[in-house]
């Protein structure tokens, strides 16, 4: 994928330790910040299609928790059918990017909260089911009642993004992310490929999915 080579001229640049090339570097690197890729992949299970999720993959500094160290994010954000009924999840994988004289290494870098922000500063912290961590290393997972995540998910597709926050260390302070859903694919000098398209093919996923659903209770 196009982030890795901008991450590999970041370690080797960083080597050197002269200012020019510090230079160059943040340069190479701050033109893969922010969506590198989105997609609408659906869940099956049992070979029935039983949720359909937003993923994304992300570069960002972090200035909250270091001076601005480089974080790779990756995760998603989920309408699911569960035992007959709706609910929302949330992931998001954390990793440090870690060079080093042999090249670059992802450090893992777990979060224990993530939550959506709608443009208006609300979240949908309140309606959090619980959160457990995942079986990727530095993942976390979080489980929802389906309001308001589906309504913010709906929203941030169809208009500005989603933005999502988590913190680091455990600690009080949340970093904020934008997705931008219509970013499908990002090239080695950052330039960015978008397309309209992923909002529509939710909404239609979503559709067949609470339908199967709802057959399923009234059965």
Known sequence: MGWKLAYVTL????????????????????????TISAEMIPYRT????????????????????????????????????????????????????VPSAQGITFKPSPASRLYLVSPDHK?????????????????????????PTFEMLLDGLFSGGLTIAFNQNDGESDLILKVDPHVVYTNDNGERQ?????????????????????????Q
Request: overall charge neutral.
């Open 11 to 34: 370690c080797l640049v960083g080597i050197t330790g002269q200012a020019h090339a510090q230079s160059s570097r943040d340069h190479g690197v701050d033109a893969m910040l922010g």
């Open 194 to 218: 978008r397309s309209g398209k992923i909002a529509k093919e939710f909404t239609d996923c979503v559709e067949v999915a609470t339908e199967a659903a709802l057959k399923e209770t009234h």
């Open 123 to 147: 979240t949908n912290l309140e309606s959090l089911i619980r959160f457990a961590p995942s079986d990727t290393p530095g993942g976390l997972f979080a489980m929802f009642r389906v309001t």
């Open 46 to 97: 049992d070979g029935k299609l039983s949720g359909c999720q937003i993923t994304y993959v992300a570069a960002m500094r972090d200035y909250t928790y270091s001076s601005g160290r480089y974080l790779h994010v990756s995760g998603s954000v989920s309408l699911m059918t569960i035992g007959g009924g709706i609910g929302a999840t949330m992931k998001v994988v954390v990793n440090e990017i």
